[in-house]
Structures are given as structure tokens and as C-alpha cells.
Nanobody, 120 residues
Framework: QVHVVESGGGLVQAGGSLRLSCAAS????????MDWYRQAPGKQREFVAI???????NYADSVKGRFIISRDNAKNTTYLQMNSLKPEDTAVYYC??????????????WGQGTLVTVSS
């Protein structure tokens, strides 16, 4: 099995910063992409950012220039540095990891989410 755990959420004032972490562990041979998504109350889950194993990144327009995704391949961990936070960034943030297991299975595994609340 592959496990994904997010951390780092919390309450922050508008204009502030938070850094989220997402660690994958378990029966992992390799990890391809690591993505961040978010889901605000009453809304659908939406894409935030993605990073490939080679470090190529892409962002949703709504966070471009404010959020930075990075990755430590040795630790199977991705980070989301969130700057200039706005109340509309309030959501549960989820990490999704595309991993190949030691048995050769290719899996997409979601974490349980971490809540980010931005007060105005």
C-alpha cells in the first residue's frame, strides 16, 4: 500500500503565508507526479498545482505567482508554499501522488486533506 499524509494547514490572516507538506510512504518504487488540489465549502475539488519527478511545475491561474510547489524526491515529499493568502483560498487542501509500487502497479493515492482557513 501507498500512504499519503498532508500537514501544515491552519488559520492565517489575509496576506499571510503557510507551507503545506505532503509525504508519501509505503510500498513505493517510484513517484511520478505529486499534485495539490483544494475543495472549498460547497464547491467542487479543483486543481492547484502539480510537480513532476523532474521538477516541472504547473499552477492554476488563481494561485499563479502566489503559490510555489516544490519536491524532495529523497523524502517522497512535496511542499506547497502559499503566500499572499486570500480568504478565497480557504479550503481543504489535498495531495495526490501518482506512484509505482514495488509490484509494478501504478496508483493514484489521495491524502486525507488539511484545512486552510484565511481570515479577512
Amino acid at each position: 500500500q501507498v500512504h499519503v499524509v498532508e500537514s501544515g494547514g491552519g488559520l492565517v490572516q489575509a496576506g499571510g503565508s503557510l507551507r503545506l507538506s505532503c509525504a508519501a510512504s509505503g510500498n513505493i518504487f517510484s513517484i511520478n507526479t505529486m499534485d495539490w488540489y483544494r475543495q472549498a465549502p460547497g464547491k467542487q475539488r479543483e486543481f492547484v498545482a502539480i510537480i513532476t519527478s523532474g521538477g516541472i511545475t504547473n499552477y492554476a491561474d488563481s494561485v499563479k505567482g502566489r503559490f510555489i510547489i516544490s519536491r524532495d524526491n529523497a523524502k517522497n515529499t512535496t511542499y506547497l508554499q502559499m503566500n499572499s493568502l486570500k480568504p478565497e483560498d480557504t479550503a481543504v487542501y489535498y495531495c495526490k501522488t501518482m506512484a509505482t509500487t514495488l509490484q509494478g502497479r501504478y496508483l493514484g493515492v489521495w491524502g486525507q486533506g488539511t484545512l486552510v482557513t484565511v481570515s479577512s
